[in-house]
């Protein structure tokens, strides 16, 4: 990777190394973008919510489930 240099310009500034900033940023370059990714985390921290909600799982026995069991809206 080259190193940093204030003065380019890219074409998409992705702010935030999460899965879905990196996902843009990967769709971005593939179209012929030039970017770049700022991440404020520490190396222990990067990753967003990915980084702790990847081993959860959720599993019910059918796409419904969970919305017939939350009350409905009252008003």
């Known amino acids: ?3 940093f ?6 074409d998409v500034l992705v702010i935030g190394g999460g899965n879905a900033a990196l996902c843009a940023a990967i769709s971005a370059r593939r179209a012929g973008a030039s ?3 700022l991440e404020a985390a520490t190396h ?3 990753g ?3 980084r702790h909600t ?4 959720c599993a019910h026995e059918r796409h419904g489930t969970l919305l017939r069991r939350m ?3 009252t008003g």
């Open 1 to 3: 990777m080259p190193p």
């Open 5 to 10: 240099d204030p003065e380019q310009r890219y």
């Open 35 to 37: 970017v770049l990714v």
């Open 44 to 46: 222990f921290y990067r």
């Open 48 to 50: 967003g919510n990915t």
């Open 54 to 57: 990847r081993n959860m799982r």
């Open 71 to 73: 009350p409905k809206p």
